[in-house]
């Protein structure tokens, strides 16, 4: 891995004015280890910013704050992506999840999971509080459907920088992602490769093309 990276780094897209965000992450949820995975991953991109995904519902924030700091890396070289639920109080969780982290700005933080559209304005307002409380570096959205994204567009004050979708080869939605296009929203995959179909066949003629 460390070779691979080291010839290849993994490129950035500016998600926000000045805000530059890898366009491979690390995730963390669902059964993975951060303590096993996070330090070779961030040391095999030394040099350049390594991506990690996780989320106050994945119950790994310590393991993940840890990682950071057994790595040895620059704050500046870890671009960190959480996410916090749809709940009432969404400001009490963001500080809660960056209190686990051992940290005191996230990258990005992203609304995980829409509700209704009243809830989601008062809820992605919160995030918009933290913004300016220099909480977070950016703010999104994660798994909306394209009409929720239209209707968070009445009432935001900022644009979302991310919006997070489950997505794959053979798997897209292509209206939300041209809706996002359009609204200048970067459009990221998750479940890219567990979801991905390895019977399509430009997967396995891309695996074939690379051995």
């Known amino acids: 891995l460390s070779s691979v ?3 290849s780094p993994v490129p950035t897209v500016e998600i926000a004015a000045g805000v530059h965000m890898p366009v491979l992450n690390l995730g963390t949820c669902c059964g993975s280890k951060p303590e096993v ?3 070779p991953w961030i040391k095999a ?3 350049s910013v390594a991506g990690i995904d996780t989320a106050w519902d994945y119950f790994d924030q310590k393991a993940v704050g840890k990682g950071i700091v057994a790595s040895g890396a620059a ?4 671009f960190l992506l959480t996410k916090v639920p749809p709940v009432l109080d969404v400001m009490t969780k963001v500080k809660d999840d960056l209190k686990q982290l051992g ?3 996230a990258d990005i933080i992203l609304l995980h999971n829409p509700t209704t559209k009243g809830e989601n304005a008062k809820q992605y ?3 918009e509080q933290a913004l300016a409380m220099n909480l977070t570096r950016a703010i999104g959205i994660s ?3 394209t009409s929720q994204v239209s209707d968070l567009l009445e009432t935001a004050k900022v644009v979302p920088a991310v919006h997070q979708a489950k997505m794959s080869v053979g798997s897209t939605d292509d ?3 041209a809706f996002c296009q359009a609204h200048n929203i970067t459009y990221e995959a998750w479940n890219v490769l567990k979801g991905c179909d390895r019977t399509n066949a430009a997967v396995v003629a891309v695996a074939a093309a690379h051995s």
């Open 75 to 78: 704050r500046s070289s870890v």
């Open 5 to 7: 990276l080291a010839s």
């Open 103 to 105: 940290l005191a700005q």
């Open 125 to 127: 307002a919160a995030l």
């Open 175 to 177: 209206a939300n992602i």
């Open 37 to 39: 995975g996070m330090v």
């Open 143 to 145: 798994d909306f459907s």
């Open 45 to 47: 991109q030394a040099g």
